[in-house]
């Protein structure tokens, strides 16, 4: 299960959070900060896997933007349990999340993640519902968005 996704330029500066259980925001701080500065100090030879506090950390960069998913057991296995999330699955998830957001936006960038924070949250809660990774087909995501914005630029659409 997901338990927050983030997305961080190479300075450090959180440009999206999203979280998929209840943190209280002073937790959330101090987790996103030391997170942020542990994979940001780590080198391009190193894995992009860490554990922290808990949380299986996978992370990947693309051009000036981390993309940091933080995964912890499900509820289901108890307190205790052993988190069994798949890494390399994680990473193509992110993969796969870059992929949806340059078919979206042309390639994206950091500006793109800033300007067009609502649309970026929607596509990410048609990705990802309640921590679990409900679509990956990149048509399916981009639909209602599509929909939405041709709506919006109709002079007597609903959205105006």
Excluded at 136 to 160: A, C, H, Q, V, Y
Aim: with cysteine; glycine share 6%.
């Amino acid at each position: 299960m997901i338990s927050f996704l983030l997305m961080v330029n190479k300075q450090g500066q959180t440009r999206l959070s999203s979280y998929y259980h209840w943190m209280s925001m002073a937790e959330r701080v101090a987790l996103e900060s030391e997170i942020i500065r542990k994979c940001l100090s780590r080198s391009e030879l190193q894995c992009s896997f860490l554990e922290y506090r808990g949380f299986k950390v996978v992370y990947r960069r693309y051009a000036s933007l981390f993309f940091i998913v933080g995964t912890k057991a499900d509820l289901d296995a108890g307190p205790g349990g052993e988190n069994n999330e798949n890494e390399l699955g994680l990473l193509e998830f992110i993969h796969t999340l870059v992929e949806t957001m340059d078919k979206w936006a042309g390639s994206i960038c950091e500006l793109d993640i800033m300007y067009q924070l609502e649309q970026v949250h929607f596509l990410l809660d048609e990705m990802v519902m309640n921590g679990y990774i409900v679509e990956t087909n990149k048509s399916n995501i981009l639909r209602p968005i599509d929909l939405i914005e041709r709506e919006s630029r109709k002079d007597e659409g609903m959205f105006r």
